[in-house]
């Protein structure tokens, strides 16, 4: 079945980098784009952007550009999310979601979830 | 960006009732060329990622339950769920995709009168 496993939850220390993946199976990879999600404890979701598996061309949400980094290896089926310098304000669950082919960008199905705590 | 606006932030409605939560875009998801809302809704509980229930406003996503429907055009749309079951405790969202950035409304608590 269509499946998104995404890595373990992190702890790091303001400053520091995180890179989460998203490992997808059950599907031709590069049919489907895969998105990333944002959800700070206890809020609503945040759109971060999305990449294209055929080309590996990332788009960011305007606010996830600059420490925000989209990735692929497509030779392992997996998307990254890499997050630089992280704040204490990163703090949240990050989620990666599979867009249908054609543009339509609903969302499903979705990674279980990456918890990313920043604290010193 | 496109502002989504859902009404209520929480709702309490007893067990076999109806549910409705709407939802409100601060410009029209209509696409005239596809002929087409780019709206979507979302159920979340707790500890587990959303589940996508419904997309171009009003289509089901496989699997899910009869009870939910979404209706609407435009910049107002509305779920609804008949006969509210236990297991749909949960928080509901609604989605644009009409246009970057994709954006989310705020989220409505739904709970068991």
Redesign the interface.
Known sequence: QVQLVQSGSELKKPGASVKISCKASGYTFSNYAL?W?RQAPGQ????MGWINTNTGIP?Y???FTGRFVLSLDSSITTAYLHINTLRADDTAIY?C?REPPGG??????????TLVTVSS | DIVMTQFPDSLAVSLGERATIDCKSSQGVFHSSTNRNYLAWYQQKPGQPPKLLIYWASTRQLGVPDRFSGSGSGTDFTLTIRSLQAEDVALYYCQQYYASPITFGQGTRLEIK
């Open positions: 998105n999600v609503g979701l945040e759109w788009t949400a305007p606010v989620y979601a339509s960008n609903w969302f499903d199905p979705w990674g279980q979830g």
